[in-house]
């Protein structure tokens, strides 16, 4: 009789050390850890910015049609639906809507040469002193 218990429990002990084996060797079904697909898109545009000098044609745009844009252009990229750009401008009394539309024109003719998805455009009025003022 203890010759049939511990044969039982060897071959019991065979059994779960088998099952176990198999379980942590199979290979898992789990998803690898991925960036939010938001950071990847928002790598993706700083370097397609950069890469296509996106602020200076810009820049030199708005200039070109009587503008005085500041040198610092603001982004704030959530996801390619929601794409804003701040344009701080110089030597503007007031902000009229033909204006801002003008501006919006200028900067998704720009981003659709480059391939790029259009963006909100914000335009801020700041005076010859640097003090800002909302337009």
Do not use: C, W
Not at 70 to 80: A, R, V
């Amino acid at each position: 009789m203890r010759g049939f218990i511990k044969s039982l429990f060897i071959l019991f002990s065979v059994i779960v050390i088998a099952a176990a084996l198999i379980k942590y060797n199979q290979p898992s079904n789990e998803r690898p850890v991925q960036k939010n697909p938001d950071t990847n898109y928002n790598e993706e545009i700083g370097k397609k910015l950069q890469n296509t000098n996106f602020t200076k044609k810009i820049i030199v745009a708005l200039r070109a049609a009587g503008y005085y844009p500041d040198s610092t252009i603001g982004y704030l990229i959530e996801s390619p639906n929601n794409q804003v750009i701040t344009i701080p401008l110089h030597n503007l009394d007031k902000l009229e809507k033909s204006t801002e539309s003008e501006i919006q024109n200028i900067v998704n003719s720009i981003a659709e040469t480059n391939d790029l998805q259009l963006f909100i455009v914000n335009v801020r009025l700041i005076d010859a002193f640097t003090t800002s003022k909302n337009g």
